[in-house]
């Protein structure tokens, strides 16, 4: 349409696009624009006419706005379940998520931008596939898909803004693949005794003599405050690290000490408020990270050693040998054979079911030997038995 077109309309009367739109001002002299769609001039004339005697005699009714459209609903990720999970687990900071932290940096690549409904049994059976072809372990990629389940879980009954659930289906997760046998390494009382002759620093002294005595988890230990530790009746309440399986922190549990353990302690107390942690190096500062401390200690005490290795970034030298996990093995093997009966070993370790303790404490060959020796000794036992019984009723028998 030209210009000279869009002149020729009456006052009150343009053109938007193939409709025509008439323009009239209300009682309280704001304009008010109404189209008349593909009208002819005179009709749009008629409706402007009809809509200004209506404002005059007061029953005009004001056009309402088109509603807004509805929000977009932004999809659940299954990135954003995980700072809910985290926080869950740790119970705010009083519990170490270090291992949780390493297996999400592993799920991250593949699930992170995922939405949650699109997370599906194939999909997961494709991690599993991506991470066997890397080498990676049965149990690591088992651990690693345990905290995936555990986010999914636990965003079933959690709710988003609009107080739907996060997640509406758990998805089909593949069976759980074979694991290894669990490691055999106990620390025996002469290597206990080297590996603390070459500890220097109290807090590696005390950190030894607990998981000696006891088993605790490293991450116990390094997370325990003074205020757990009491030495006026000798006992150390734990909060422990791992929770159940609804994600709900699991108690505390009570252990006595020993004399060693509290000579110990003591050391580690003195001068220090009940939130101070136990485990400080000289300069005070908390110990986070033991590793490279351990590894000198075990090297000097000839317990373990630096191999060359291959990896990343060239090659390197790896440690092996012994780790502060073997304490829970040697700890429960001690306890055992020292007659502590098996509810009381569960715990004083934290473990929740028989299976858990069996697990970190294999039959050993020195146990087949001392069964063999039980049973033959039980059967040399019973055939005297027999034969005494058989001469006492032959010397009846020949009296009568």
């Known amino acids: 349409m030209s210009n000279n077109d869009e002149k020729k309309l009456p006052r009150g009367i343009h053109r938007r696009g193939d409709s025509l739109v008439v323009s009239f001002a209300l009682a309280d002299g704001t304009i008010e624009r109404r189209s008349v769609g593909p009208s002819t001039v005179d009709e749009a004339i008629e409706e402007r006419v009809m809509f200004r005697r209506q404002v005059r005699l007061g029953t005009y009714e004001k ?63 494709g991690y599993i596939k991506a991470r066997q072809d890397k080498g990676v372990k049965g149990g690591t990629v088992n651990r690693e898909l345990s905290v995936l389940q555990a986010m ?21 997760f593949p069976p759980k693949l074979e694991e290894g046998q669990p490691k055999k390494g106990f620390i025996k009382d002469a290597q206990y005794a080297t590996l603390m002759a070459h500890a220097k620093a109290p807090w590696m002294l005390a950190f030894i003599e607990c998981a000696f005595s006891f088993g605790f988890r490293k991450s116990e230990l390094l997370n325990l405050r003074c205020g757990q530790v009491d030495l006026l009746d000798r006992r150390i309440t734990l ?12 108690k505390g549990r009570v252990v006595m000490m020993t004399q060693k353990v509290y000579e110990r302690l003591r050391v580690m107390k003195r001068n220090k408020g009940d939130e101070d942690f136990v485990f400080t ?99 040399d036992a019973e055939v005297a038995g027999t034969s005494t019984d058989t001469k006492t009723d032959t010397s009846n028998s020949m009296r009568q």
């Not at 965003?155 to 998805?171: A, Q």
């Not at 990270?289 to 291959?310: F, H, I, N, T």
């Not at 990343?312 to 030298?317: A, H, S, W």
């Open 152 to 172: 999914f879980r636990l965003g079933m009954r959690s709710t988003t803004t609009g107080g739907k659930p996060m997640v509406d289906r758990l998805p089909a």
């Open 239 to 250: 909060y422990e690290t791992k929770g159940d399986r609804k994600g709900r922190a699991r």
């Open 281 to 379: 190096r000289d300069d005070g500062s908390r110990v986070v990270d033991p590793r490279q401390d351990w590894y000198d200690v075990s090297v000097a005490a000839k317990l373990g050693a630096y191999v060359p290795a291959k990896g990343k970034n060239g090659d390197y030298q790896k440690y092996v040998g012994l780790t502060p996990h073997d304490f829970r093995r040697s700890a429960v093997k001690a306890m055992k054979k020292r007659g502590v009966p098996d509810r009381v070993v569960m715990e004083i370790g934290g473990w929740r079911t028989r299976s858990m303790l069996d697990r970190y404490f294999p039959v050993d060959e020195e146990e087949l030997k001392d069964a063999a020796r039980l049973i033959e000794n039980g059967r």
């Open 63 to 125: 056009r309402k706005p088109a509603p807004p459209p509805p929000p977009k609903e932004i999809p659940v990720l299954a990135g954003h379940l995980w700072p809910l999970y985290l926080t869950n687990y740790t119970n705010g900071g009083g519990r170490d998520a270090g291992r949780q932290e390493i297996a999400w940096k592993k799920l991250q690549p593949t699930f992170g931008a995922l939405a949650v409904d699109d997370v599906t049994t194939p999909i997961i059976a």
